[in-house]
């Protein structure tokens, strides 16, 4: 016995295993056809293979007879000999399925039967009904049989059987044949009656007359009857209303339910005590201390009956609990002062800000500036109508061209269309099967020998079309004037959150993108090819979009003239330090200072955020305008902040570390809370946009570079070498890259509409961010004292920069010095930013790349 137990035991866990792993497969395999998701790809899966038959069953009418002899012969032939001679729109499968339903069953009441499968799916999928299932199954089922049985009695008597026979089916023809050889003609006699008998009996067709008519006597009779009658019946329900209301009233004190609304729910709800479990007890509790005293007394002038004809919307509120008003009795006798618990708060919090919305409105922050303008498309130039358009010689030219060249190397096109744009034309060809995609592309050069262009770019294959594109610039290029996009009425109606014209494409369409989506903006290329010309742009679609009172500007401008015309905004969309004299940033002491103080914005943004509990800002604000948020605790409304960089290699070469660390930050983290960056470079080189960088970018912007590798840098795809200039450009976002030809806005179309702006009533001072002060407590104002720094501080730097090594033994090594001396200097070459902090073992970070760089900078610190 003791041997057998534990085989027992074992024999009953696995028998309890099995049957735990078969209710297992159960519940997974009735969770395949039972879950959210299943249901809804079951639902779609029934809606699509009813939109599918009907399309087959349709092809059929008009296609059935030349595919009769493909199906009967389907045996016989490969499926790709029969798909090429079948005519029907679903193929093969379309051709046999509707051969069987069409030709062998019901004819054109098959028609009838994807409706069933539709209306079954869409309850599946979205647990609604088109139409009772069940009725709509036999309706199906009726129609179906009766409509074939009818066209096979139509077909017969007009003696197409042998042509149109397919219109009632096999199932109807061969049952009209069994009528016919009964009655002849008269077949069509109980063909009818049955449909009169579906109708009584399926639709109730005499109890629906009946009703209708007996629906018409009441009518009348209600029109001749005494109108004394009508007012007593009006009488009666009156009075029964307000006893049915006194009767609430009286159940509210003894049942002691939820207060009555009496005029609004908002109203009872600012009445209404709101207690807890816990209060209750201690309610019930001191009962028995307190002695009962009426809670409702009536008054001497009025009695029962009086009571009961009250008119309700005068009646005040009633307190919700007998005990509860008792209790407030209890407290004004002891002069003691009512404190509510704590979970009472919150809800006289959310009444108080409903009061205050009621009372004030929604939060408006463009009130500040109420009298503020937006300027109008007037002031900036108009489009220029007679310029040069690709003409049709051009194009046929250069088709011809295109397929001389690629036949000379033996590839044959079957089709080649052309698209024209405001830069470049697109020809879209579709070669013939065999040829292989990289064969074109090699051709590039030869291509555009052969079109004697300045430079082609091979899109091959184009996403989404099935094509390769050749980008052949027109001889003639049209202008994309800035007033032609603004006024288009796509961006007039926008509702983008920060939106911005980029240009237009090839097919001459406005491309406008959502910089808060973006979120932030790399752009790149060459110098004179556009990239100032698009940064203006950028911010004028920004400002004639946008209210002061909701986005402001961060301008960072180490060159000093591109962004100076800007500075007519200060009051009202710029943003800056407080204290500093200028609004545009360009000393590069100032830059560091700016993006720290970014950060601290950011980080004080994130604190408001997680007060609010909310996610990102439109949804801090949207909750702030509804007078949900006080700003007695500290918030208030948040305007979008766009930094906007004009020049990142000058930044990267004069101060490094310092400016990519805080920018790699802000392109981490500061989407969320309305910080978007809009960084330009001419170098778009490794140096200069780190992986760091380049990794929080997902949108990039090249204009023309000098060679593949700067447009891979930027890209991560070549193309951007190939660009013909003047605001040319491809725009990179999410792994899709598109060719854009920028707007031109000219420097007194910028000038007009600044001054349009600045000469409107403005804020105090602009946008003030967070004070930042650095480590050793200089804010950006005062300078260091380098009268103490070793004289050869000069040279050691240089030293640390020429090997790229942070360390105190190199200096003491090359340059011949003692330890403390090095030391000292390695201090001092830290605290100009030279390299960077202390880290152990390891050497120190150099915060420059090459020694133009560092002697820019140290002429800056004053260091010669």
């Avoid at 790399?522 to 909701?550: C, D, F, R, W």
């Avoid at 006080?630 to 948040?638: D, I, T």
Wanted: with cysteine; charged share 25%.
């Amino acid at each position: 016995m003791s041997i057998n137990k534990p085989r027992t035991s074992n024999n009953r866990k696995k028998s309890e295993e099995s049957s735990e792993n078969r209710r297992q497969l159960f519940i997974d395999w009735d969770q395949a056809f039972t879950s959210p998701k299943s249901t809804l790809a079951w639902g779609m899966f029934f809606i699509l293979l009813a939109l599918l038959l009907e399309v087959s069953f349709a092809s059929h009418i008009f296609t059935g007879l030349t595919d009769q002899s493909v199906v009967d012969g389907l045996s016989q032939l490969s499926i790709r000999d029969a798909g090429k001679q079948t005519r029907n729109v679903l193929g093969v499968l379309g051709a046999t399925i509707s051969h069987i339903f069409v030709y062998r069953w019901f004819g054109l009441g098959s028609l009838l039967i994807p409706i069933l499968a539709f209306v079954a799916g869409w309850k599946i999928a979205f647990g609604k009904e088109l139409a009772p299932i069940a009725r709509t199954t036999k309706e199906v089922i009726f129609f179906t049989i009766w409509i074939s049985t009818l066209m096979g009695y139509l077909v017969m008597m007009s003696g197409t059987e042998n042509n149109l026979s397919f219109l009632a089916g096999g199932m109807g023809y061969a049952l009209n044949l069994y009528l016919f050889d009964w009655l002849k003609w008269g077949s069509i006699i109980p063909i009818i009656f049955s449909l009169f008998v579906f109708a009584v009996y399926f639709y109730d067709a005499k109890e629906r007359y009946e009703a209708w008519v007996e629906k018409n006597r009441e009518k009348e009779a209600e029109t001749l009857a005494n109108p004394a009658a009508e007012a007593a019946e009006s009488t009666t329900e009156s009075t029964s209303a307000n006893k049915e209301y006194q009767s609430i009233v009286d159940q509210t004190y003894d049942d002691e339910p939820p207060l009555v609304n009496l005029e609004t729910e908002e109203e009872a709800d600012k009445s209404e005590p709101l207690t807890s479990d816990s209060e209750d007890t201690e309610l019930e509790d001191r009962d028995d201390e307190v002695k009962e005293e009426p809670v409702s007394e009536p008054s001497a002038g009025t009695n029962q009956a009086d009571d009961e004809f009250m008119d309700p919307p005068t009646l005040t509120a009633i307190p919700s609990k007998k005990k509860d008003v008792e209790l407030q009795l209890e407290l004004e006798m002891e002069n003691t002062p009512v404190t509510l618990p704590l979970s009472q708060h919150p809800v006289e919090e959310e009444d108080a800000n409903a009061s205050i919305l009621r009372e004030f409105g929604q939060y408006d922050p463009t009130l500040d500036l109420p009298q503020y303008q937006f300027p109008g498309t007037d002031l900036l130039n108009d489009a220029v109508d007679n310029q040069e358009k690709v003409t049709q010689e051009e194009l046929e030219s250069n088709k011809i061209r295109i397929v001389e060249t690629l036949g000379s190397y033996g590839i044959n096109i079957s089709k080649i269309k052309a698209t024209i744009g405001p830069t470049v034309t697109l020809y879209e060809i579709i070669p013939e099967a065999g040829v292989r995609i990289s064969k074109i592309k090699n051709l590039e050069g030869d291509i555009a020998l052969s079109l004697a262009a300045l430079g082609i770019r091979i899109i091959a294959p184009m996403p989404g079309r099935g094509t390769i594109g050749i980008e052949v610039p027109n001889k003639n290029r049209e202008t994309v004037f800035i007033h032609s996009v603004l006024s288009n009425e796509r961006f007039q109606k926008s509702t983008y959150d920060l939106p911005v014209i980029l240009g237009k494409t090839i097919s001459n369409e406005i491309h406008i993108a959502d910089l808060a989506k973006m979120p932030h903006l790399l752009m790149a290329g060459a110098t004179g090819q556009g990239k100032s010309v698009g940064l203006n742009v950028i911010l004028a679609s920004l400002i004639y979009k946008k209210h002061p009172a909701e986005l402001k500007f961060v301008l960072v401008d180490p060159k000093k003239v591109e962004l100076t015309l800007f500075n007519k905004l200060e009051r009202h969309f710029l943003a800056k330090l407080p204290n500093s004299e200028e609004a545009i940033i360009t000393d590069t002491k100032k830059v560091i200072f700016t993006l720290n103080s970014l950060c601290i914005e950011m980080d004080n943004r994130y604190d408001l955020l997680k007060e609010a509990a909310v996610r990102n800002l439109k949804e801090y604000n949207a909750k702030f305008a509804q007078r949900r948020l006080s700003p007695e605790k500290g918030h208030k409304f948040l305007p979008y902040i766009v930094l906007v960089i004009d020049e990142l290699a000058d930044l990267m070469m004069t101060a490094g570390k310092e400016v990519e660390t805080p920018i790699a930050r802000l392109a981490q983290l500061a989407r969320a809370v309305g910080i978007h960056l809009v960084v330009a470079t001419q170098r778009p080189s490794v140096k200069v946009i780190t992986g760091l960088i380049k990794a929080n970018f997902p949108a990039r912007l090249s204009f023309r570079v000098t060679s593949s590798i700067d447009s891979r840098t930027i890209l991560d795809a070549g193309g951007a070498e190939q660009l013909v200039g003047q605001g040319d450009m491809l725009l990179s976002i999410n792994s899709e890259v598109i060719r854009l030809q920028c707007p031109f806005i000219d420097t007194r179309e910028i000038e007009d509409v600044c001054d349009f702006i600045g000469t409107q009533r403005g804020y105090s001072d602009a946008y003030a961010l967070p004070e930042y002060e650095d480590e050793d407590g200089s804010d950006g104002k005062g300078e260091i004292n380098t009268d103490d720094f070793d004289a050869l501080l000069p040279e050691a730097a240089r030293l640390i920069v020429n090997h790229q090594q942070g360390s105190t033994s190199l200096i003491q090594r090359k340059m011949k010095l003692g330890y403390n001396r090095a030391g000292r200097i390695m201090d001092q070459l830290e605290m100009i930013g030279v390299v960077g902090p202390f880290t152990g073992s390891k050497a120190r970070d150099v915060m420059f790349h090459d020694l133009s760089g560092l002697e820019e900078h140290l002429r800056v610190m004053g260091i010669s």
